[in-house]
């Protein structure tokens, strides 16, 4: 079973502009979670959809925005690039029930000059 | 405002030996807590869930949960140096069970 697939797996933008960022969950999985690792913040949530809709939000500006597609298939996109958005963008798939297990992609590494 | 404490180490141990990572939680309304082992350049992966008081072992890994206690902890039996990496403890609460809070993260180092 293939894991969960992000591209692009580098990113190297400058201030202002935006990016969009691409997550594949686990086949038959309907939930795409997005996190941002930073040294110095660690791993905080982004936002979580399931089927197409999203159900929770983290504590992130409206630059922040995501989408998730019918095959469940998710986009993440940063507008207006700041030099603090240079982090590990990971995404993490799950079946969408209670106590359930999130699983992660390889991530992408986002530099913003 | 949801917080996870663990000890950011660095933690070495010898080969053979056990190691004991902490983490304690500040919801009290915390349901599911795992662990998630990450190497350097790599995506955490998980190693172990755990949703009730007591101990829940998985070959050389057992998990400890103490919810009065508000704590939860992971040992690594005779340790290898290549469970070297740093370890993080991530809880759910009820209502946003795909909204993980991470700890800071623990970095061990097993010693040949």
């Known amino acids: 079973k293939a894991g969960v697939t992000q591209t692009p797996r580098y990113l190297i933008k400058t201030r202002g502009q935006q990016v969009t960022l691409s997550c594949s969950p686990i086949?038959?999985?309907?939930?795409v979670s997005w996190y941002q690792q930073t040294p110095g913040q660690g791993l905080q949530f982004l936002f979580e959809?399931?089927?197409?809709?999203?159900?929770n939000k983290g504590n992130f500006p409206g630059r922040f925005s995501g989408r998730q597609f019918s095959n469940s298939r998710s986009e993440m996109n940063v507008s207006t690039l700041e030099l603090g958005d240079s982090a590990l963008y990971l995404c993490?798939?799950?079946?969408?029930?209670?106590?359930?297990?999130?699983?992660f992609g390889s991530g992408t590494q986002l530099s913003v000059l | 405002q949801k917080e996870v404490e663990q000890n950011s180490g660095p933690l070495s141990v010898p080969e053979g030996a056990i190691a004991s990572l902490n983490c304690t939680y500040s919801?009290?309304?915390?349901?599911?807590f795992f662990w998630y082992r990450q190497y350097s350049g790599k995506s955490p992966e998980l190693i172990m869930s755990?949703?009730?008081?007591g101990d829940k072992e998985d070959g050389r890994f057992t998990a400890q949960l103490n919810k009065a206690s508000q704590y939860v902890s992971l040992l690594i039996r005779d340790s290898q140096p290549s469970d070297s990496a740093t370890y993080l403890c991530?809880?759910?609460?009820?209502?946003?069970?795909?909204?993980?809070?991470f700890g800071s993260g623990t970095q061990l180092t097993v010693l040949p």
């Open positions: 991530a809880v759910t609460s009820e209502g946003s069970a795909r909204q993980l809070t």
């Open positions: 919801d009290r309304v915390s349901q599911s």
């Open positions: 086949s038959g999985h309907r939930s």
């Open positions: 959809y399931f089927s197409e809709t999203q159900r």
């Open positions: 755990i949703y009730s008081n």
């Open positions: 993490a798939s799950s079946s969408g029930t209670s106590r359930e297990k999130l699983f």
